[in-house]
């Protein structure tokens, strides 16, 4: 139970529930349950809850190997489901099922896959009116497929990937996802990685503004490039210097037509609406970090920040011309020193 304290003459007390019942041990596991949150619940205060005034009926069938077989140490197979409501009223809002695969080889390689299907359903947050307002927008069907893989990490190269597309039924919108992280061990001390990420969204629909009594949806294309570079030298067993990199370009340019929610049915209606809403994020950060452990339990630390952060509407600009104008953003610098020390009591009170 929570409650939501804005009010404080008027307070809401919010419930959540989640009971679940199944099998969790052996080669064969599953799992069979139902939770909610009702409107009021609101746990932000102890953690993040995104949409509340929800409630599912949830499962889980999995196979895993427990003992070595073929090519593979473990490796295990699952199907997983939701069945979503509103709370309040009990609207049902869609189903999801998930079909994936696991598996670890005795060659220290690791790779696996999923399966994502989601059925049409109403999304009644996206329309920012409220779950309670009764408006919500469509959602078209929707099929992900997702791959990932890995490479001994015992070795002095190792390799990390994932990739996944997402394709919606009778709608223009598209997703693909690419990810890789190549990582070398020069020895025992001294390691560098590299992460790479590319996520791209085509013909998005969402929500851009609201225009009298218009709820204005937009159609965009949303790419993200992520580059990060980080890597730790350790001096000693209690000396550790280590240095983070880390890049996040973000840019969605909108389509010239804009659309208009309509309230009954979800769907998208031509809308004479202008507005310029294009989207251009880009976020820096270099770290430097020390640790020295000078006593057990007890560290000195030193942290060093350098970051840039700009965000604007120019999303026509290509990656060079993007860097550019990014670096005449002011510059912050941050710098802490800080000192955890740990008093034994057992020790502290034999000097009395």
Do not use: C
Not at 53 to 72: D, M, S, T, V, W
Request: no cysteine; hydrophobic share 30%; aromatic share 18%.
């Amino acid at each position: 139970m929570t409650n939501i304290s804005d009010d404080v003459n008027n307070p809401n007390t919010g419930k959540a529930f989640d009971l679940s019942i199944g099998k969790q041990s052996g080669k064969w596991r599953a799992e069979l349950g139902y939770n909610f949150e009702d409107k009021d619940y609101n746990p932000n205060d102890m953690g993040i809850l995104f949409s509340n005034n929800e409630q599912a009926i949830y499962g889980h069938l999995g196979y895993r190997l427990l003992k070595p077989k073929g090519i593979f140490n473990s490796a295990g197979i699952n199907l997983n489901y939701n069945v979503n409501f509103l709370n309040t009223p009990g609207t049902y809002t869609g189903t999801n099922i998930n079909i994936s695969f696991w598996s670890n080889t005795k060659s220290r390689h690791s790779f696996g896959g999923n399966i994502n299907f989601s059925t049409k359903g109403k999304n009644f947050n996206e329309p920012r009116e409220g779950t309670m307002s009764g408006i919500y927008f469509a959602n078209p069907m929707r099929l992900n497929i997702n791959h990932w893989g890995g490479t001994d990490n015992s070795k002095k190269f190792s390799l990390r990937y994932f990739m996944s597309y997402s394709y919606f039924k009778d709608n223009p919108k598209k997703g693909f996802n690419l990810d890789f992280s190549p990582r070398y061990r020069f020895n025992n001390q001294f390691s560098i990685n590299y992460g790479f990420n590319l996520g791209k969204t085509n013909n998005d629909q969402g929500f851009v503004n609201k225009n009298g009594n218009d709820i204005i949806f937009g159609q965009r294309d949303r790419v993200s490039y992520q580059n990060s570079i980080s890597s730790e030298y350790n001096f000693s067993t209690k000396s550790t210097l280590s240095l983070a990199f880390r890049h996040n370009w973000t840019k969605v340019p909108y389509d010239s037509q804009f659309y208009k929610l309509n309230t009954t049915n979800g769907h998208l209606e031509n809308s004479n609406y202008t507005g310029d809403h294009n989207v251009n994020f880009n976020n820096w950060n270099v770290d430097v970090n020390y640790i020295w452990q000078f006593a057990p339990g007890s560290k000195l630390i030193a942290f060093y920040r350098h970051s840039i952060f700009s965000y604007n509407n120019q999303s026509h600009l290509n990656f060079i011309d993007n860097l550019g104008k990014f670096f005449e953003q002011p510059n912050q610098h941050t710098f802490s020193l800080r000192m955890v020390y740990f008093i034994d009591y057992n020790k502290l009170k034999s000097l009395f």
